[in-house]
């Protein structure tokens, strides 16, 4: 009984887990939207890493990777309507780290398009897909929870880093 009571116990452990890191994922986009740079540096470890790939910006420790989102080019993003649009992330646990696997769409409003109406929903331009990228989050599980060590985006374009992000993911299922 004490051995199932602690299978139980571990389960509803890496339950709690997941649900935390869900939400610390789920954060990103409406802290990058807003310019909360405060979730950003509550959320990186200190000395976190923020790769953004060959071309743009990137950051390291949760302060500099929290003023990135205040910068003017950021800003002037937010103010054209940046949207930042997640899919369901893969966790992989263990013990006190993860690997969180995810995809990201930066969307933007389309100045140019004809307007469309939608009935009950308003007319609109719609939106642009700007760029799709793989997303590789290195958590840490410290005292104050699980904290970004790394986070690593590839932009999807048919090119080898975005797919080694995306294999990594299900290496544990190869033979």
């Given amino acids: ?7 139980l116990e571990q389960r509803i452990q890496a339950i709690e887990h997941r649900l935390e890191i869900y939400n610390l994922i789920a954060g990103h986009p409406p802290s990058a939207d807003t310019g909360a740079d ?3 540096e509550a959320v990186y470890a200190d000395d976190g890493v923020f790769d953004r790939g060959p071309g743009l910006s990137g950051a ?3 302060k500099a990777i929290a003023a990135s ?3 003017a080019g950021h800003q002037a993003a937010i103010a054209g309507g940046l949207a930042h649009f997640t899919g369901l992330p893969y ?11 995810s995809y990201l769409q930066i969307l933007t409003p ?3 398009g004809a307007p469309v109406e939608v009935p009950n ?3 609109s331009r719609g939106y642009h897909i700007h760029r799709v990228v793989a997303n590789r989050w290195e958590l840490v599980r410290e005292a104050a929870g699980w904290k970004i060590k790394r986070r690593t985006l590839r932009l999807v374009d048919g090119s080898e880093p975005s797919r080694e992000i995306l294999r990594a993911a299900l290496k544990a299922y190869e033979k």
């Fill in 121 to 123: 929903h308003g007319a």
């Fill in 91 to 101: 966790i992989a646990l263990d013990g006190d780290t993860a690997v969180v696997t």
């Fill in 38 to 40: 405060y979730y950003a």
């Fill in 60 to 62: 390291a420790g949760n």
């Fill in 110 to 112: 389309n100045k140019s």
């Fill in 1 to 7: 009984m004490a051995q199932d009571s602690l299978a």
């Fill in 69 to 71: 989102l205040k910068s």
